[in-house]
């Protein structure tokens, strides 16, 4: 049972609009990442978060941002949608491990197509 | 080039077999290697986390194994059911970073047929 959650599931939207993916876990993770998916494709990861006011880009160059003001909420937004964006976007949390053992705990996606 | 490499790509088998995935990897230095479980539609859920000095690991039906020194690792699936229908995707973690950055395999697209 999913302790992540995203919203909205699915989202269609014409080019240029702006938009925020949400994603809320209730398990008080401090790390948090959103990754990139696409079919038959492995996941690249866009944004990660150590705890509050942490936030870093991942290896996908991306025009979206991320702010992390509480530790349960982890927002994306896409200033200005393009086509390119069509993808399915994954929120992730995880505890903070210094051995990197801690599995992460994924939402169940939001399914973005720009039109 | 740090890269995860899954076979097969896809996978057909009849209700109640077993199967077995595989995952080559060139991640180094290893810290942990994890199996995820991606049902259609939902986020990927752990199956398993492997470290370097472990070789196998169970979760019900699902045993995975990890040869260190050849980099491989496997995914044993017992009796398979209907609901083992999903893609089973291979990560890799490296201990060379503080962010313990993973790398992501393609997946396997498992499909049990009744």
């Known amino acids: 049972e999913a302790d992540i959650y995203q919203t909205p599931r699915y989202l269609v939207i014409g080019t240029g609009k702006k938009i925020t993916l949400e994603c809320s876990q209730t398990m008080g993770h401090d790390k948090m990442y959103w990754y990139q998916q696409d079919p038959g494709m492995e996941l690249h990861l866009i944004h990660y978060s150590y705890g509050v006011n942490s936030t870093e880009k991942g290896d996908l160059s991306s025009e979206s941002t991320v702010s992390r003001i509480r530790t349960e909420h982890f927002p994306l937004t896409l200033e200005s949608a393009r086509p390119s964006h069509t993808s399915q976007y994954l929120c992730a949390s995880s505890e903070i491990d210094r051995n990197y053992n801690s599995p992460l705990h994924f939402g169940n996606g939001t399914r973005l197509t720009v039109t | 080039k740090n890269q995860v490499e899954q076979s097969p790509q896809s996978l057909i088998i009849l209700e109640g077999k077993n199967c077995t995935l595989q995952?080559?990897?060139?991640?180094?230095?290893?810290?942990?290697l994890r199996w995820y479980k991606q049902d259609t539609g939902r986020g990927p859920v752990s199956l398993t986390i492997?470290?370097?000095?472990?070789n196998t690991k169970s979760n019900g039906r699902y045993t995975a194994t990890l040869d260190a020194d050849t980099k491989q690792s496997s995914l044993h699936i017992t009796a398979s059911q209907l609901s083992d229908s999903a893609s089973y995707i291979c990560v890799v973690s490296d201990r060379g970073s503080t962010l313990g950055r993973l790398y992501f395999g393609r997946g396997t697209q498992l499909t049990v047929w009744p």
């Open positions: 492997m470290t370097f000095s472990e």
């Open positions: 995952c080559n990897y060139t991640v180094s230095p290893f810290s942990n």
